[in-house]
Nanobody, 125 residues
Framework: QVQLAESGGDSVQAGGSLRLSCTASGDTVNCLGWFRQAAEKEREGVAAINLRGDTLYADAVKGRFTISQDSSKNQVYLQMDSLKPDDTAIYYC?????????????????????WGQGTQVTVSS
């Protein structure tokens, strides 16, 4: 049974940077995505990466966030730069239910079936 564990969440000031990590155990790091959920809001997709290394970003984070993976460490990262107060949320990594060489990265929550516990990111103005 694959398990995902996020780390790296913290409190930072606007304009700062954080790097979140997601470590997978029990399976390889393939077709993972990052999602976030702010207080009283629905969980939304932030970034995703597929088997070929193709990436997809939500418009709200494009140009500021970067998703990457290190297969040797079985980890996926989310580098977050130029953080804004609106980025405050619990950040989750998740593994896609369907993962083939031809699967495009997705930001649809229902496409993911394994989730980590989340890590809190707070950005103050």
């Amino acid at each position: 049974q694959v398990q995902l564990a996020e780390s790296g969440g913290d409190s930072v000031q606007a304009g700062g940077s954080l790097r979140l990590s997601c470590t997978a155990s029990g399976d390889t790091v393939n077709c993972l995505g990052w999602f976030r959920q702010a207080a009283e809001k629905e969980r939304e997709g932030v970034a995703a990466i597929n088997l070929r290394g193709d990436t997809l970003y939500a418009d709200a984070v494009k140009g500021r966030f970067t998703i990457s993976q290190d297969s040797s460490k079985n980890q996926v990262y989310l580098q977050m730069d130029s953080l804004k107060p609106d980025d405050t949320a619990i950040y989750y990594c998740a593994k896609a239910a369907r993962c083939t060489w031809f699967t495009a990265p997705q930001l649809v929550r229902d496409d993911y079936n394994i989730w980590g516990q989340g890590t809190q990111v707070t950005v103050s103005s």
